[in-house]
């Protein structure tokens, strides 16, 4: 395949990030664009001279190699089952639904179809989650703090529950992807919420959210949210291991051990960037770098959905026993 033409759904902030780095590479072509809102598809649409098209049947009928999927929580489903019927290679951006049972369907019908799919967890192509990761391998990880404490977004459909699914399942996905990734799989979880939704109509998620994180290894950690801020104030992860203390963010890592402190800068944009091309690669059969696909970017959804659901019901929930580690073998943890 020399070009790799992309058909886009939905027309908001993701979906023209996605479509500005799609446009600067040589080997792909927008084929078009169509969302709910005839007017921000056209405006996406010419501002890279491409056409928009009236829903995802009438996208799929002019024949792309494959589609981005960029909407709110609440919009998957239809849209990735007739993406999967037709046998194209599918990019969804994260969170992948706004519950379990929907993304478990688009999970099963992607496995049954043997599908090319990827979900836009950027963060796993920064080098400094690549350094992170050899810095732990042969080290017990003993704790691991998560952190999102932000602003509220300027979109209606972001406190509402039923809509977004919360901060935890909106946003602090990120971090919850990355701590799967360097620490390991979870296996309990116990969560709060303050009850108090932020000063916006018709809002009913919780304002913060704190919670315990029990591993499979035995090793232990805590994620805080929060959006009550006018500023995005912290992201990012900490991770304690024997003889060694990271912070992990998208602007760089933080490494201290018996060598002394010091710091290596990342570049988020370039993430961005890499998850695209490294989907487009794989769809043009010339690369295997997609480092999230569907049934991956599920058990993450899954992790975030089960702090959702403790915070809202003050219960634990148990996860399913993992069936594999997903840190490197060489990564060691506390047991």
Known sequence: MRVCRVGLVGAGGVAQRHAR???????????????V?????????????????????????????????????????????AIVAAGVPLFVEKPVAVDLVTAERIADLVARRGLLTAVGHHWRYLPVVERARELLAGR????????????????????????????VVEQAAHVLDLVRTLVGEVTE????????????????????TAAALRF???????????????????????????????????EGLLVRDA??????????????????????DAVRGVGDDVRVPYAEGLATHRLALALADSARTGAPVRLPTPTAAVPDPGVTVDA
């Open 216 to 250: 499979d290894s035995g090793a232990v950690g805590t994620l805080s949210a929060a959006c009550v801020l006018g500023w995005k104030h912290r992201a990012g992860l900490e991770i304690l291991a024997d003889g060694l203390a990271l912070t992990v963010t998208e």
């Open 189 to 208: 979880v116990t969560a709060y919420g303050d009850g108090t939704p932020p000063p916006v109509d018709g809002a009913d998620i919780d304002s913060v």
């Open 140 to 167: 017990h990880v003993r704790m691991v703090n998560g952190t999102w404490w932000d602003k509220l977004p300027p979109v209606d459909w972001w406190s509402r529950r039923d809509r977004s699914g919360g901060q």
């Open 259 to 280: 060598d002394g402190e010091r710091r290596l800068p990342a570049d988020p944009e370039a993430a961005r960037v890499a998850v695209d091309r490294a989907f487009v």
């Open 37 to 81: 809102r005839p007017a921000a598809a056209e405006a996406l649409a010419g501002a890279y001279d491409t056409r928009t098209f009236t829903g995802v049947d009438d996208l799929l009928a002019a024949a792309p190699d494959a589609v981005y999927v960029c909407l709110p929580p609440f919009a998957h489903g239809p849209v990735e089952e």
């Open 21 to 35: 780095v799609l446009a600067g590479f040589g080997d792909t072509e927008l084929v078009g664009v169509t969302d």
